[in-house]
């Protein structure tokens, strides 16, 4: 099972400021099948980029997702109010099981 | 447009069964691997179980394996969770969800449904 550990476990900024969120593999994950999700307090989760640096239907291009193998990234570069929230990294491999990452928090600093 | 709406979560002891189902319109659902995903409060997201799209191969996390079967009714639109000797550590928000759009990531989610085990 490939477990995606996520840090830091809250990034503390200011709106306007830059976000970087990291999520890292125990092994070797295909580009393809790494996403990323955006979580507000009561909602479902939203999918924001998928194969590791596309965005997803609707997503601001302040959003972009960049790395490979072990280590991805998710970058915000200008913080909206509406940017606050839980961020998850997931994987789906060439087998089960999917997993996801614990998560990072985003808050106002 | 296309929606998933699951329903039949609720309260329950420890040991005791419960069905949740997630019905789905506005796509071709017999075309779409269906997932299950929950998440419990205050934790993160955890991946449970899927099925194909007969019905053919299903999957599960470990910690459910046994206990848990997930169904389909291609006929109805409707994914099934049947949940039996439940634990207080099942407690969660039950999410249906599918890679809708070619993306191999998950699209579409339902709204979820709770599932609390307590005596």
């Known amino acids: 099972e490939i477990v995606l550990t996520q840090s830091p476990g809250t990034l503390s900024l200011s709106p306007g400021e830059r976000g970087t969120l990291s999520c890292r593999a125990s092994q070797s994950v295909s580009s393809s099948y790494l996403a990323w999700y955006q979580q507000k307090p009561g909602q479902a989760p939203r999918l924001l980029i998928y194969g590791a640096s596309s965005r997803a239907t609707g997503i601001p291009d302040r959003f972009s997702g960049s790395g490979s193998g072990t280590d991805f990234t998710l970058t915000i570069s200008r913080l909206e109010p509406e940017d606050f929230a839980v961020y998850y990294c997931q994987q789906y491999g060439s087998s089960p099981p999917l997993t996801f990452g614990g998560g990072t928090k985003v808050e106002i600093k | 447009q296309v929606q998933l709406v699951e329903s039949g979560g609720g309260v329950v002891q420890p040991g005791g069964s419960l069905r949740l189902s997630c019905a789905a319109s506005?796509?071709?659902?017999?075309?779409?691997?269906m997932h299950w995903v929950r998440q419990a409060p205050g934790k993160g997201l955890e991946w449970v179980t899927f099925i194909r799209y007969d019905g053919s191969n299903k999957y599960y996390t470990d910690s459910v394996k046994g206990r848990f079967t997930i169904s389909r009714d291609n006929s109805k639109n409707t994914l099934y969770l049947q949940m039996n000797s439940l634990r207080a550590e099942d407690t969660a928000v039950y999410y249906c969800a599918i890679f809708h759009g070619g993306s191999l990531a998950f699209d579409i989610w339902g709204q979820g449904t709770m599932v609390t085990v307590s005596s």
């Open positions: 506005g796509f071709t659902f017999s075309n779409y691997v």
